[in-house]
């Protein structure tokens, strides 16, 4: 079974009461007012300040990161309006079936469960559509927020090395997590797409 070599693009998911969509180039004010702040700065390789060409050459290189089909990278949105935070998926092994997932939430709109909901709707999508085995997080032990996130969605750390980096804090090293699609389930959707192919819906 094969990976899907070019994410998809145009998408958009819905679900767990949110909705991920493309960036538009409309959303540039407010996201330049969600990426300027000293937490993404903190905890994401974000240039800071992130004014307005910051923002320019963000949409920029996420708009050629979606068409060349290299990144999933999406608005985090409660229907589809206002940018909330962004959710993103990339370095896809297609030999390993393995990605790695990110996200941020903007200050104003934090602690409501939208990282949750969009890593748990982002991983869904990239097990049961992208056909991927193996989802990765890379984050700082420090980073408390990001880590209750990973929990919360099954993430489990694993024992590989911390991947050290040298930044603009000084050295810091980032944890790799891990959600690996279970043999169980897979089976089980195997057989309900099975079923569903064969008597047109789900079991
Ligand atoms: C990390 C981040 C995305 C969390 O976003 P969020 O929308 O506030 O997270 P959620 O509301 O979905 O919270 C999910 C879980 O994390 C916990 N959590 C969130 N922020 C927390 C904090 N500052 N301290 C402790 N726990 C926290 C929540 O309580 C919740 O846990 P629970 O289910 O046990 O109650 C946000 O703080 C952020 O954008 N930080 C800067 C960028 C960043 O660090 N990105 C990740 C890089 S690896």
């Known amino acids: 079974m094969t ?33 300027d702040e000293p937490d ?7 240039p ?10 963000y949409l920029k290189r996420a708009h050629q990161g979606r068409t060349s089909g290299q990144r999933i990278q999406l608005a985090i949105t409660v229907d589809g309006g206002k940018p909330l935070g962004e959710v993103l998926l990339f370095g896809v092994d297609h030999g390993r079936r393995e990605a790695e997932l990110g996200y941020l939430v903007g200050a104003p709109f934090r602690r409501r469960g939208l990282a949750a909901a969009a890593l748990t ?41 911390p991947i050290l980096q040298e930044g603009p ?7 790799t997590w891990e959600l690996v699609e279970s043999q169980t389930n897979t089976r089980i959707d195997r057989l309900r797409n099975v079923a569903t192919g064969r008597y047109g819906r789900r079991t």
């Open 48 to 57: 800071s300040p992130f004014d307005m060409a910051a923002g320019i050459a």
């Open 40 to 46: 993404i700065a903190r905890w994401t390789p974000m």
């Open 169 to 175: 804090y000084g050295p810091s090293s980032l944890d």
């Open 121 to 161: 709707l982002l991983s869904g999508y990239a097990h049961g559509t992208l056909n991927l085995r193996r989802l990765l997080l890379r984050i700082d032990p420090s980073n408390t927020a990001s880590t209750a996130v990973a929990r919360r969605c099954g993430y489990r750390l694993t024992g590989e090395p």
């Open 3 to 35: 990976t899907v070599r070019r994410l998809p693009f145009p998408i958009s998911l819905t679900g767990e009461g949110i909705q991920l969509r493309e960036w538009a180039s409309e959303d540039l004010d407010d996201l330049v007012v969600l990426l």
